[in-house]
């Protein structure tokens, strides 16, 4: 399951660039594609998964649980952080490069032969990809990941077994919506009628948003509390009693018990004999690992890299951090991409504690190291700036002592560059 994969294919690569270039959202075009390869899709379970953050970490959760009870599980997530072939698992196992094109040329053979008046995006295109390669490989079950939003996304095509919506947050309000209540509304476009929904603690005009839909819906739904913890990394849900999650943070917790009521909304649907066992569970969570989320990539001085990329989830980084190491001082490298609430994120990390770097990751979104500068001069706060990612990163590594911390985040493409220097670095040392 590691990342150090070559580069994304031809095929593929030539459509990379369709992904920072606009989205495009609506159901005509994929709908249109899929029933030319026979509606793919409809030929595997699935679990349907929406939310402003923990969607990746709950998605995984759920895949690991039934791989654990010895089914062939798929899961499609977004974004990649080095190869795209990293979208698509089936049992923990990333697409090869040669299926991948395979199918690729397949799809954009057919995609052309359309002559549509636009060509399928980029989320579009790899969207019928995941449902084909997961149909071709008789997949038992497929973990499907929103891209954004939920009612107009190309995963919304699915007739899913289970809906689950993590969370609602601000983040993408040009395309979702300034207030909690119109975000809630296009993440329960996944509902589908009568088919059970599963939703984290939300707040309460997000939740009244679910409800009213799930209840137009005829969809029965579990709503989750943050569990409680029974010990570090672990907790408790009704019969379940000490269910490990290795990735860090009490949210992470949260999540593992979304991923747990899914599961068993999904084995509810199956037959006493294809039910999971109860170890399952435990071996699946247990399982979860996620890179670019608490990930340590260095221990001296420690590097942890998180993809937090909107204040909710800057917040809930910080706190896990001040859990984690209290008392202590966490140097912060910084970069966001221009179409976020930088100043709400950058709020977030004005805590004394804190020592704030800036940076610019290399994608024509991100935000400009001068922007950021005039964000931080805005707090009343204070930063330390570099051109990119590889400067700051040479230059803190030589800087700092093995008892400094440093944090890396507010970008997942800020992540995915610090994420691969350190591969180098450490190859450079050994």
């Known amino acids: 399951m590691g990342l150090n994969h070559k580069a994304a294919p031809l095929v593929i690569d030539q459509l990379l660039d369709r992904e920072y270039f606009g989205m495009k959202l609506g159901l005509e075009s994929i709908s249109d594609l899929l029933a030319q390869l026979d509606n793919p899709q409809n030929n595997f379970h699935s679990i349907h998964v929406a939310g402003t953050n923990g969607k990746g970490s709950t998605a995984t959760m759920m895949a690991r649980i039934l791989e654990a009870s010895g089914r062939k599980v798929g899961l499609f997530t977004s974004p990649h952080l080095h190869a795209v072939n990293e979208r698509f698992q089936i049992n923990g196992q990333f697409i090869s490069d040669h299926r991948l094109n395979r199918l690729a040329q397949k799809i954009q053979q057919l995609d052309e032969s359309r002559k549509p008046a636009q060509p399928l995006s980029f989320f579009e295109f790899i969207t019928a990809l995941a449902f084909l390669y997961f149909s071709e490989e008789a997949v038992d079950v497929a973990v499907i990941e929103v891209g954004l939003g939920g009612r107009l996304d190309a995963t919304n095509v699915l007739l899913p077994q289970v809906s689950v919506i993590t969370s609602i947050a601000h983040d993408h309000e040009k395309y979702l919506g300034n207030k909690l209540e119109d975000i809630a509304a296009e993440k329960a476009g996944i509902i589908k009628p009568q088919v059970p929904v599963v939703c984290g603690g939300l707040k309460t005009a997000a939740l009244k948003v679910i409800e009213q839909v799930a209840a137009e819906q005829q969809a029965p739904l579990v709503c989750v509390d943050a569990p409680a913890s029974s010990q570090q990394g672990s907790f408790n849900l009704d019969q379940w009693e000490d269910l490990w999650v290795p990735l860090l943070g009490e949210n992470q917790l949260h999540n593992g018990a979304i991923a747990v009521r899914a599961v068993q909304q999904y084995e509810q649907q199956l037959s ?60 912060c490298l910084f970069g966001a991409m221009n179409d976020k609430n930088i100043d709400a994120m950058l709020q977030t990390l004005k805590i004394e504690s804190i020592q704030l770097y800036l940076t610019q990751p290399k994608l024509q979104r991100a935000a400009a190291v001068e922007l950021l500068e005039q964000h931080v001069r805005k707090l009343g706060a204070t930063a330390v700036s570099y051109a990119d990612s590889e400067t700051a990163m040479s230059q803190l590594m030589a800087d700092f002592t093995s008892e400094d911390i440093l944090l890396v985040t507010g970008s997942l493409f800020l992540v995915a560059e610090v994420r691969q220097w350190m591969q180098a670095y450490r190859q450079r040392a050994a």
């Open 272 to 331: 006493c004999q294809q039910r999971l066992p109860r170890q399952a569970y435990y071996r699946g969570l247990a399982a979860s690992t996620l890179p670019a989320r608490m990930e340590i990539i260095h221990r001296c001085p420690l590097v942890l890299i998180d993809g937090a990329h909107n204040p909710a989830a800057l917040t809930a980084l910080i706190k896990t951090c001040q859990q984690i190491f209290s008392g202590k001082r966490i140097h």
